[in-house]
């Protein structure tokens, strides 16, 4: 039996139990933000080249792996585009 196990479960209403949650949650996305960020300036960057030169081969295909590799992350990630901070689930009642 683990150190963890031995303890009781954690109560959401103690803000410090619920503050280092979020902490660690932000931890563990702030990867996949940096990354969909990212991707959003070099597709704004690449629409802007494209609209420059039509006739640019290689940026349409830059531009087409930039979706797609946006729409990749916005389907494994929701909440990327819900308009909706994930931390809202920590703060809200359970449904039901």
């Known amino acids: 039996m683990s150190e963890n196990d ?3 479960p954690p109560d959401i209403r103690d803000p410090d139990w619920l503050l280092r ?3 660690k949650f932000r931890k563990e996305v702030q990867h996949v933000e940096r990354e969909y960020l ?3 300036v070099l597709l704004r960057d ?11 081969g290689d940026m ?3 531009v087409h792996h ?5 729409e990749d992350l916005e389907k ?10 994930p931390e809202i689930a920590f703060w809200a009642p359970p449904a039901g």
């Open 6 to 8: 031995k303890t009781s």
């Open 21 to 23: 949650r979020i902490h």
């Open 38 to 40: 990212e991707l959003r």
């Open 46 to 56: 690449a629409e802007a080249a494209l609209r420059a030169d039509p006739d640019d």
């Open 60 to 62: 349409r295909v830059r």
């Open 66 to 70: 930039y979706k797609r590799r946006m």
């Open 76 to 85: 494994r990630f929701p909440w990327l585009v819900s308009g909706k901070a």
